[in-house]
């Protein structure tokens, strides 16, 4: 997958994927204004362009990349594991996307419901899945 942020500075180049994940929890919703709508990449994530990524460090053990040019929110990097989750809409051109789960359920505030039938997480469910590593 090929895709890009608003600007057109940082081109971003990641295996193909069809799932997407959506996730509520309260720091993804204060970052984005809504909850983000992810491609799990796993580490093979490509970033090229004439600006690199500026991070901003969430928490212990993730971090959070944007264009410091035009802002445009590009990913989660769970640094443990060098996971990436991508924004979906940085590729434009991807007709295959599904929504096939959501994460930190509990967290999801009333205003707002997907009609999507997905598999839910709450985030004591997300944390279990990372148990035994430093996410913990």
Known sequence: MKGTCLCGAIQVTAPDHTDISVCHCTMCRRWGGSPMFAVHCGPGVQFSGSSTPATYRS??????GFCPNCG?????????????????????????FRIAGQIFIDEKPD?????????????EQVFAQFAGDSSS
Do not use: C, I, K, M
């Open 72 to 96: 445009t929110h590009l990913y989660f990097h769970y640094l443990p594991e060098d996971d990436y989750v991508l924004a979906a809409g940085l590729f434009q051109e991807s007709e295959t």
């Open 111 to 123: 205003y707002y419901a997907l009609a999507n039938d997905t598999e839910t997480l709450t985030g």
């Open 59 to 64: 928490s212990e053990w993730a971090e959070r």
